[in-house]
């Protein structure tokens, strides 16, 4: 029996083995995760849609695998039990009650199974998907290299030192180097030097960002949060329970969602003709959250139905989910508006880069306490600078004040977010 990688939707086309969970021999129940695959947004578990013991495992971590591609092959449990259990059984049954034809029957079936097994094991060619795909651009029988890797597995150098493919090889196919790259020849000129492939994730990020910002016409709308009061509120609940995490960004959430409530040419998509926007009537607010494989945005669905402490729950649950590579596609689907926090890290004001196709990213930089004249005195103040980038087509300069405004006064008169 074999397992192929599964249809993982949203349009993907092929992913990375960035783990593999289990090893040859072991006992697999349904459902079991296998390998943990990474795609151009994030890093997902695959279980298995059946049970038995794994015979073979055709992945090898970094490999690219697309759906239909085989990941396991398995010892049925259901084969294993007809030889070693039920065979016994109805044959003695059928010797004493002469059934000939159910006998006959059951030896059918497990000829079937032996010879099918037997035909399996000797056409696997144990092979991972990078190997496969150099040798079908090299017009490479497999079949013809015999595998120098752990039982038998074909490596790319087994391609590549063929004896039918020696002369055919490109001179740039190398899995560690990339083609001729000017930037490294120039900069290796001056000392050593090192390539250091980007994943997946860093990758799409890069080409989305760069994508964004070179089709969009970005703006942004600088402003200053008085984040005083807030302040004591979370105090407040930290001091009641010692083991509470209490997050700014849960209340920046649900202001951002007022935001677009109140605004909501903050919550539109423009057209792929761009001829006309999308108006959303639903508030679902991204969070960037930075993980040692970059950046990615999980999502808070339907933030306006939802009090601030769920928000802040389910807050800390997606980004622990992201930190260990457990995001799903739909944690990462379906965003309204994006927030980018830099104030654990620090810095005052940046230019964030508008997540299409949002029209719109606020980023947070780090608290800091000011001098603010009130009633004819100057008080301690904490002060909190915030960037709104947003896409100058839709939204002008007078919107994005009126937007800054509003959540500078949620975040400073914190029992609005309340409303």
């Known amino acids: 029996m074999n397992f192929n990688l599964p249809d993982i939707g949203e349009g993907i086309k092929d992913v990375s083995v960035t783990d593999i969970l289990v090893k040859e021999n072991q006992q697999l129940n349904k459902n079991d995760n296998v390998i943990i695959v990474e795609s151009e947004k994030t890093s997902m578990e695959i279980p298995v849609d059946l049970s038995g013991k794994i015979k073979k495992i055709h992945v090898e971590i970094g490999a690219k695998i697309s759906p239909g591609d085989l990941i396991l092959s398995l010892y049925s449990n259901s084969v294993k039990n007809i030889k070693k259990g039920k065979a016994t059984t109805i044959k003695k049954k059928s010797l004493e009650t002469s059934d000939q034809n159910n006998h006959k029957d059951i030896i059918e079936v497990i000829e079937y199974h032996e010879k099918d097994s037997n035909l399996e094991s000797e056409s696997i060619i144990y092979a991972s998907p990078s190997v496969r795909k150099l040798a079908r651009e090299l017009s490479c029988n497999l079949n013809e290299?015999?595998?120098?890797?752990?039982?038998?597995?074909?490596?790319?150098?087994?391609?590549?030192?063929?004896k039918n493919n020696l002369s055919n090889i490109p001179v740039n196919i190398d899995n560690n180097t990339d083609n001729v790259d000017e930037i490294y020849n120039l900069c290796s000129t001056w000392g050593l030097c090192e390539k250091i492939r980007l994943n997946n994730i860093k990758i799409t990020t890069g080409k989305r960002l760069h994508q964004s910002w070179s089709s969009i016409p970005h703006v942004t709308q600088f402003d200053e949060c008085d984040m005083t009061e807030l302040d004591k509120i979370r105090n407040i609940i930290?001091?009641?329970?010692?083991?509470?995490?209490?997050?700014?960004?849960?209340?920046?959430?649900?202001?951002?969602?007022?935001?677009?409530?109140?605004?909501?040419?903050?919550?539109?998509?423009?057209?792929?003709s761009k001829d006309y926007i999308i108006q959303k009537n639903y508030y679902n607010i991204g969070v960037a959250v930075d993980t040692d494989r970059g950046l990615v945005v999980p999502i808070i669905k339907n933030v306006d139905k939802k009090s601030i402490k769920q928000i802040n729950t389910e807050l800390l649950l997606l980004i622990n989910k992201a930190k260990n590579k457990r995001l799903t596609i739909d944690d990462m689907s379906g965003g309204c508006f994006t927030i980018t926090s830099l104030g654990g890290i620090g810095g005052k004001f940046f230019t964030p880069i508008i997540n299409p196709p949002e029209v719109a990213i606020l980023g947070i930089s780090k608290m800091d306490i000011k001098p603010v004249f009130i009633k004819n005195k100057f008080k301690a103040r904490k002060i909190l600078p915030i960037s709104l980038s947003y896409d100058h087509r839709i939204i002008d300069g007078a919107a994005a004040a009126t937007f800054t405004n509003l959540f500078s006064k949620l975040i400073s008169l914190p029992k609005l977010l309340n409303g």
């Open 145 to 162: 290299i015999k595998g120098s890797g752990k039982n038998g597995r074909i490596t790319l150098e087994d391609v590549k030192n063929s």
């Open 238 to 272: 930290k001091n009641k329970d010692k083991n509470s995490k209490v997050s700014f960004v849960s209340f920046f959430i649900k202001a951002a969602a007022i935001g677009l409530r109140d605004l909501p040419l903050f919550n539109t998509s423009l057209s792929e």
